[in-house]
């Protein structure tokens, strides 16, 4: 490490069994996570205040977790094989993906305006839509 490089290595602490998974900027100035034990969205400020969002659907597995073209945040539910959206006030709203025990994982936006997931056990790329339209692509090879 080069001298007079200072690392800041601050923690705070989560309720037991939340699992985070997934993190992301979001358009508020806050970091997002998702609690994979804990089925919720939880915001941490840069000041360390959390906060925490339940997911209606139980143990939904929620996974990767984006900020959308739109300023809401998009969650994969692994275990729910749903996407969810969440906005900046903690409304969830969720849309199935169409093939069953897809377990989707990785979420990203993309330069299309859409969100682009990853199917773990579907073997697809699916694509949704800020107006909750999913569409899947072939299984990889």
Do not use: C
Request: proline content about 11%.
């Amino acid at each position: 490490m080069p001298a007079g490089t200072h690392i800041n290595n601050t923690q705070y602490p989560l309720p037991n069994y939340v699992t985070p998974v997934g993190i992301t900027n979001g358009p508020d100035g806050a970091l997002w996570f998702t609690e994979y034990e804990g089925n919720s969205i939880g915001r941490i400020t840069t000041s360390g205040a959390i906060t925490t969002f339940p997911i209606p659907t139980e143990d939904s597995g929620p996974a990767g977790i984006t900020t959308g073209p739109d300023g809401d945040l998009w969650f994969t539910e692994f275990n729910a094989d749903q996407i969810g959206r969440i906005s900046t006030s903690g409304v969830v709203t969720e849309y199935a993906v169409p093939t069953a025990n897809s377990a989707p994982d990785g979420i990203a936006a993309g330069p299309d305006g859409a969100l682009w997931f990853t199917e773990l056990n579907g073997g697809k790329i699916g694509r949704i839509t800020t107006d909750g339209l999913i569409a899947e692509y072939p299984p990889l090879p």
